[in-house]
């Protein structure tokens, strides 16, 4: 799944596709697992990795799903723990940490997705009562905790520092490219232009969150758009 803008990519047949032709298939699962169900006996993938703390796991721990007669060199040298794959000292209490937060995710799976894709559909309905928002991704095959929305005529660097001060978490892209200043590939990618990426927030929700935090969010937003859009040269000049 992609972590800008949720969609949920059809993964059986990329691998079907890459297996036809003797292609090794490496896909990052940090934003699926736990979420969705993911099931690597359906899904053909030769690897796999996903994070700990995306299923509330302990920070600074993941896993590497390797199918049997992938032949991959060691990561780091030295030691034989993972298997000869990555040696030093495990992380013990991590991998526990781990293990338990990935049981209760998969016992807690259907209740999770089912309140997760309610607190989705109640934010986006209630930010369609801001003119010109634009809802990023593809409106079934999502994830049910993501969503990102381009704002036009603002900012997304001022949003996000507006949202703050009122005690909402919000971000303009990917924690992995938060340092740089191009605009998103994967918004240019599905055709929106250079001033909606940058006018772009990633929200998601978490299993502790209500609707009560939804309309916080959304009259957080409500403000601190109409505050920006007051100043912007280009808002109401159509």
Not at 116 to 133: G, N, P, Q, Y
């Amino acid at each position: 799944a992609n972590n800008e803008t949720g969609v949920i990519f059809p993964m059986p047949q990329i691998a079907e596709l890459c297996r036809q032709r003797g292609i090794p298939l490496h896909t990052d699962a940090t934003q699926a697992v736990g979420k969705i169900p993911v099931n690597v006996a359906e899904t053909p993938v030769d690897a796999m990795s996903f994070g700990a703390h995306k299923f509330h796991g302990p920070k600074g721990v993941g896993g590497l799903f390797i199918r049997r007669g992938l032949r991959l060199p060691p990561l780091l040298y030295g030691g034989p723990q993972e298997r000869q794959r990555r040696g030093g000292t495990e992380n013990v209490p991590g991998i526990v940490g781990m293990g338990k937060a990935a049981e209760l995710a998969a016992r807690e799976m259907p209740g999770r997705m089912e309140h997760l894709r309610s607190l989705r559909k109640t934010f986006i309905d209630r930010i369609a009562e801001i003119d010109e928002v634009l809802i990023n991704g593809h409106p079934t095959e999502c994830l049910p905790h993501l969503v990102s929305c381009s704002v036009q005529y603002v900012e997304g660097e001022s949003m996000v520092l507006m949202l703050d001060e009122e005690g909402i978490c919000a971000s303009t892209r990917s924690a992995c490219a938060s340092g740089s200043l191009r605009a998103s590939h994967v918004l240019t990618s599905i055709g929106r232009d250079y001033a909606s990426t940058q006018g772009t927030l990633i929200f998601s929700f978490g299993i502790d969150n209500t609707v009560e935090d939804v309309d916080a969010a959304v009259n957080a937003l409500k403000r601190s758009v109409a505050f920006l859009r007051s100043m912007s040269p280009l808002y109401g000049k159509k």
